[in-house]
């Protein structure tokens, strides 16, 4: 069993549509992150968690660490939001991030 | 501060040659972080750095792979003769560790290495 674990691995939706990626996690950790993917490869950064909530703009991540689980929402989604999102947690040694295999999100017109 | 920038974006190179990729942090972090993803993969750990300290290095880092952050500033990791199998993303990372606390990691746009 692979120490995080993302769903789905695939998600189509259509523009406007709320988007939720959830993350569940097997190991102690310091933080959690997700981060944004576009194809050729660059990261983004999106959010570092170790409690509760945080927004940026569309985009809302929440983490409970007594479950070992978050989520990322995205409301209403765009075309642009078409990415794969990463969750990745960084281990209680603070040095080691363990990455999901990731969601391909993909939003149609 | 543009983020953190990786230099160069794209290397093709011959298998046997000897490649370099730079790193430049954000200026005030301390932590510096390599990582390798090769397709479809999710990344791996290679090394960091707290300031210009070697602190962790992984077993995949082998004895062709150095990375050097001589003034606690940017980092290089190098690849003596190259092998097709190196062929990959090279990703860096920095954050700002104080006091036991990590801040939010930012990462690089990448370094694409194709071995041919």
């Known amino acids: 069993k692979n120490e995080v674990e993302q769903s789905p691995q695939n998600l189509t939706a259509q523009e406007g549509e709320f988007i939720t990626i959830n993350c569940s996690y097997s190991?102690?950790?310091?933080?959690l992150h997700w981060l944004q993917q576009h194809p050729g490869g660059g990261i983004v950064s999106l959010f570092m968690?170790?409690?509760?909530?945080k927004k940026h703009g569309r985009l809302i991540a929440t983490i409970n660490i007594q479950e070992k689980h978050s989520s990322l929402h995205i409301t209403a989604s765009h075309p642009r939001d078409s990415a794969v999102y990463i969750c990745?947690?960084?281990?209680?040694?603070?040095?080691?991030?363990?990455w999901g295999a990731g969601t391909k999100l993909i939003i149609k017109p | 501060d543009t983020g953190v920038s990786q230099d160069p974006r794209h290397k093709i190179t011959k298998r046997g040659q000897n490649v370099t990729f730079r790193c430049d942090p954000i200026?005030?972090?301390?932590?510096l972080y390599w990582y390798r993803q090769t397709l479809g993969q999710g990344p791996e750990f290679l090394t960091y750095?707290?300031?210009?300290?070697?602190?962790?290095k992984s077993r995949l880092l082998s004895d062709r792979f150095s990375a050097e952050r001589p003034k606690g500033s940017f980092s290089t990791l190098e690849i003596q003769r190259t092998e097709q199998g190196d062929s990959a993303m090279y990703l860096c990372?920095?954050?700002?560790?104080?006091?036991?606390?990590?801040?939010?990691?930012?990462f690089g746009q990448g370094t694409r290495l194709t071995v041919v």
């Open positions: 990372a920095s954050s700002l560790w104080t006091a036991g606390v990590n801040t939010e990691a930012f």
């Open positions: 200026s005030e972090h301390n932590r």
């Open positions: 750095f707290q300031n210009e300290a070697q602190l962790e």
């Open positions: 190991v102690g950790i310091s933080a």
């Open positions: 968690l170790s409690s509760g909530k």
């Open positions: 990745a947690v960084m281990r209680d040694s603070n040095y080691q991030l363990i």
